[in-house]
């Protein structure tokens, strides 16, 4: 199938899931330098403010028949995935990385019920590749997964961070208000969820595998 040329060129993707929906000013921001995949029932409301939607996957069980009827085949590509066993979110990754993504947000994966929610921040880990990034986005944080390695968070000085065991991990800190070297976290024991920035560029080492959700992050 041809998709149109004003398409993106980059490897670069917004993943719009059908969960609660958010702010479309941030929605539109967002897409601007990324290409646009959506599920299912999220596509009315992000064609409806504007966005050039590339892909439409999904089961179909929350969009209208006569939407799809109407979808300009040469704009949107639209591929049905009617498999029960994964969730549509799952699929669009799935799909996403036979495309070569490099980069993948998600957006609208949480909200409305808990259970989506909590599944949904369970696949940043199941599909997390060192070579492609994979990052959660709401209308107010940024939540990443990170196994065996050292990352960077840059920010506003006072952004807070939380790090969180997933389900077990052990950081180092520099750059962070309250810094800590080998600190032992464990999903059900000890956290570290009111941290903040102490410069704009702070460094965490993982050993083990870890959450980190960040306050107040545009992209």
């Given at each position: 199938?041809?998709?149109?040329?004003?398409?993106?060129?980059?490897?670069?993707?917004?993943?719009i899931?059908?969960?609660?929906?958010?702010?479309?000013?941030?929605?539109?921001?967002?897409?601007?330098?990324?290409?646009?995949?959506?599920?299912?029932?999220?596509?009315?409301?992000?064609?409806?403010?504007?966005?050039?939607?590339?892909?439409?996957?999904?089961?179909?069980?929350?969009?209208?028949?006569?939407?799809?009827?109407?979808?300009?085949?040469?704009?949107?590509?639209?591929?049905?995935?009617?498999?029960?066993?994964?969730?549509?979110?799952?699929?669009?990754?799935?799909?996403?990385?036979?495309?070569?993504?490099?980069?993948?947000?998600?957006?609208?994966?949480?909200?409305?019920?808990?259970?989506?929610?909590?599944?949904?921040?369970?696949?940043?880990?199941?599909?997390?590749?060192?070579?492609?990034?994979?990052?959660?986005?709401?209308?107010t944080?940024?939540?990443?997964?990170?196994?065996?390695?050292?990352?960077?968070?840059?920010?506003?000085?006072?952004?807070v961070?939380?790090?969180?065991?997933?389900?077990?991990?052990?950081?180092?800190?520099?750059?962070?208000?309250?810094?800590?070297?080998?600190?032992?976290?464990?999903?059900?024991?000890?956290?570290?969820?009111?941290?903040?920035?102490?410069?704009?560029?702070?460094?965490?080492?993982?050993?083990?595998?870890?959450?980190?959700?960040?306050?107040?992050?545009?992209?």
């Amino acid at each position: 199938m041809t998709i149109q040329t004003h398409i993106k060129n980059t490897a670069t993707w917004l993943l719009i899931a059908n969960g609660a929906r958010l702010s479309p000013s941030r929605l539109l921001a967002l897409a601007k330098d990324k290409r646009v995949m959506v599920l299912d029932g999220a596509y009315e409301d992000a064609k409806k403010i504007g966005l050039t939607i590339e892909i439409l996957l999904g089961d179909f069980d929350s969009i209208a028949a006569d939407v799809l009827k109407k979808i300009d085949p040469t704009e949107t590509q639209v591929i049905h995935a009617p498999h029960q066993s994964k969730t549509d979110l799952e699929k669009g990754l799935q799909y996403l990385d036979t495309l070569k993504a490099e980069q993948i947000f998600l957006y609208a994966a949480t909200g409305l019920r808990l259970q989506h929610t909590l599944y949904n921040i369970r696949m940043l880990k199941k599909y997390h590749h060192p070579s492609r990034t994979l990052t959660l986005l709401t209308d107010t944080e940024c939540v990443r997964y990170f196994r065996d390695t050292t990352f960077k968070l840059k920010g506003k000085i006072g952004d807070v961070i939380a790090l969180l065991g997933f389900p077990h991990a052990k950081i180092t800190t520099v750059g962070l208000k309250y810094e800590v070297t080998h600190y032992a976290l464990d999903f059900e024991q000890t956290v570290s969820i009111s941290n903040e920035l102490a410069q704009e560029e702070a460094m965490v080492t993982v050993v083990g595998d870890a959450l980190c959700i960040q306050e107040h992050v545009f992209s």
